[in-house]
């Protein structure tokens, strides 16, 4: 059964880290890219950063590259989203996807599953 459940959400202040976890089912985890997406009030969803299970490699938005990082625990099934010097703008929504779409993408529709989501909030 498909299944991912986020979780580490919260309310930080502007400057702070946080850190995601999206855990999925076995039959989730055979995907072979795990993402995290993103969607503020009023805005499209975007990509965030997006790992290929077999090999780890990883690939990021510009607007997280450097503060942001996507990592794996297989023996967990998880997929964790560390994010530090938060801002305000990073104010959302964040959502774990997978997928089992051959090449690397941060575009939504190449992902057919998805978790509930997790609230992030970024204080001035």
């Known amino acids: 059964q498909v299944h991912l459940v986020e979780s580490g959400g919260g309310t930080v202040q502007a400057g702070g880290s946080l850190r995601l976890s999206c855990t999925a089912s076995a039959y989730t985890y055979s995907a072979d890219w795990m993402a995290w997406f993103r969607q503020a009030p009023g805005k499209e969803r975007e990509g965030v950063a997006t790992?290929?299970?077999?090999?780890?490699?990883?690939y990021y938005a510009a607007s997280v590259k450097g503060r942001f990082t996507i990592a794996q625990d297989n023996a967990k099934r998880t997929v964790y989203l560390h994010m530090s010097s938060l801002k305000p703008e990073d104010t959302a929504m964040y959502y774990c996807?997978?997928?089992?779409?051959?090449?690397?993408?941060?575009?939504?529709?190449?992902?057919?599953?998805w978790g509930q989501g997790t609230q992030v909030t970024v204080s001035s």
């Open positions: 996807a997978a997928t089992s779409y051959g090449g690397v993408s941060l575009d939504p529709a190449r992902y057919n599953y």
């Open positions: 790992i290929y299970i077999g090999t780890s490699s990883t």
